[in-house]
């Protein structure tokens, strides 16, 4: 493909691009990736969204921002799935501020976060014990039309719980079933241990109870 003419477009050469990712030869698209560029064919939003994931799935997330902001330069807008790639990359790495400053630029530029950034971000603010900025992203995802799920919510509550705030945690807890969500192992189990931790050995044995008699 590269030595033929007229050239294979780039579509052409994204298919290939993605089969390898299929393959999780990584390494190996990156190196493909810049000699399709070598040839003069102009990268578009795919070629570059499966660049940057790569990039990821090799813990270089920082060269997966550069791409970005080679795409943002030369007016390739990224699609919300290049944004949802960087945003996780940065949280498994623990880059919080850095995926929660990329979050924010997502939202101004217009995207539409969907619900799998939303978590992601959640459970990386969770990580660092955030959590006034993990409820306020709560509070945004209500805000523009997504209703947080159990995975969400379990989240959420277990922050809390892990910094000694159990009221805040089970006023969390009392949202969720207000709101129909069925709470899971997970759930109790974030809310037992964090009230074992703070010498409420009564009220976790009703939760332990409660929770027994739901899972049956």
Request: a positive charge.
């Amino acid at each position: 493909m590269i030595g033929k003419y007229p050239k294979s477009s780039i579509v052409e050469f994204t298919k290939l691009l993605a089969a390898v990712v299929r393959m999780k030869h990584h390494a190996i698209v990156i190196s493909m990736c810049s000699r399709v560029e070598s040839v003069g064919v102009s990268h578009n939003v795919y070629s570059l969204s499966i660049l940057i994931n790569c990039f990821r799935q090799l813990s270089r997330v920082d060269f997966g921002c550069s791409v970005l902001g080679k795409m943002l330069k030369s007016g390739v807008g990224p699609s919300l799935v290049t944004m949802s790639t960087l945003i996780n990359g940065l949280c498994r790495q623990s880059k919080i501020s850095q995926a929660v400053s990329l979050f924010d630029e997502v939202v101004e530029k217009g995207y539409r976060p969907n619900l799998i950034v939303y978590n992601t971000l959640l459970n990386g603010l969770c990580k660092i014990g955030s959590t006034d900025q993990a409820v306020r992203l709560l509070r945004m995802m209500e805000g523009r039309g997504f209703e947080p799920d159990i995975v969400a919510y379990s989240t959420v509550v277990d922050c809390p719980c892990k910094t000694g705030l159990i009221k805040q945690a089970l006023d969390l807890f009392s949202e969720l079933k207000v709101k129909s969500i069925r709470p899971g192992t997970i759930t109790y189990s974030c809310l037992i241990h964090g009230m074992c931790n703070s010498g409420q050995q009564k009220e976790a044995t009703r939760l332990l109870n409660e929770m027994i008699l739901l899972t049956q």
